[in-house]
């Protein structure tokens, strides 16, 4: 049975950092990509950064420069660094698993699995 679950959410002002883990069960993380989506209230959930099976990344141009995405494959655990953050950057962070490919196409559509979220809200 494939689980994520996300923690390290919060509440920050402008300019602070977070780092979001995803503790992923029932699958072999590695093998796969695996990324990062958020949603804002009344908009479209979106690609954030993503990670394949070969430890390659793709980030959103906005976060580029800002945010990290990494990997334990010891841990079977997927981490974001959000540095410099804005207030744009406020949504819902969804941890996410395409068990078919281990290159990443940053389409929410193809990702089977995803996590519960965690709430990101950044302050002017």
């Known amino acids: 049975q494939v689980q994520l679950a996300e923690s390290g959410g919060g509440s920050v002002q402008a300019g602070g950092s977070l780092r979001l883990s995803c503790a992923a069960s029932?699958?072999?993380?590695?093998?796969?990509?695996m990324g990062w989506f958020r949603q804002a209230p009344g908009k479209e959930r979106t690609g954030v950064a993503f990670?394949?099976?070969?430890?390659?990344?793709m980030y959103a141009d906005s976060v580029k420069g800002r945010f990290t995405i990494s990997k334990d494959n010891a841990k079977n655990t997927l981490y974001l660094q959000m540095s410099s953050l804005k207030p744009e950057d406020t949504a819902m962070y969804y941890c996410?698993?395409?068990?078919?490919?281990?290159?990443?196409?940053?389409?929410?559509?193809?990702?089977?699995?995803w996590g519960q979220g965690t709430q990101v809200t950044v302050s002017s």
């Open positions: 990670i394949d099976s070969d430890g390659r990344t």
């Open positions: 029932g699958y072999n993380p590695s093998s796969y990509c």
């Open positions: 996410a698993a395409d068990l078919i490919r281990p290159y990443c196409v940053a389409s929410a559509s193809l990702f089977g699995y």
